[in-house]
Nanobody, 114 residues
């Protein structure tokens, strides 16, 4: 069974930073595209950022200039550096491989609160 495992979530004050990490199991197919999604209580899941292995990245407008997505040197790893966090960034963050019909992690909670 293919697994994606996220880590790095937690509680942080507004203006703080967190770094999320995601690694896929060894039996995962090669992911050209890996994404971070998030889902806040009562809201739909939204795409936060995506990165391809050839260096293309994209971000939802609300995180541009604050979040940075990057691919690791190891196969099927992806990171999300989150700076200047706001309360509205509070959500469960999910790692994804190969898009919405692909593979998903179980999520890591990010809470931004004073």
């Amino acid at each position: 069974q293919v697994r994606l495992v996220e880590s790095g979530g937690g509680l942080v004050q507004p203006g703080g930073s967190l770094r999320l990490s995601c690694t896929a199991s060894e039996n995962a197919p090669f992911f050209f595209l890996m994404n971070w999604y998030r889902q806040a209580p009562g809201k739909q899941r939204e795409l936060v950022a995506g990165a391809t292995t050839d260096g293309r990245v994209n971000y939802v407008d609300s995180v541009k200039g604050r979040f940075t997505i990057s691919r690791g040197n190891a196969k099927n790893t992806v990171y999300l550096q989150m700076n200047s966090l706001k309360p509205e960034d509070t959500a469960v963050y999910y790692c994804n491989g190969d898009g919405a019909s692909g593979f998903w992690g179980q999520g890591t909670q990010v809470t931004v609160s004073s």
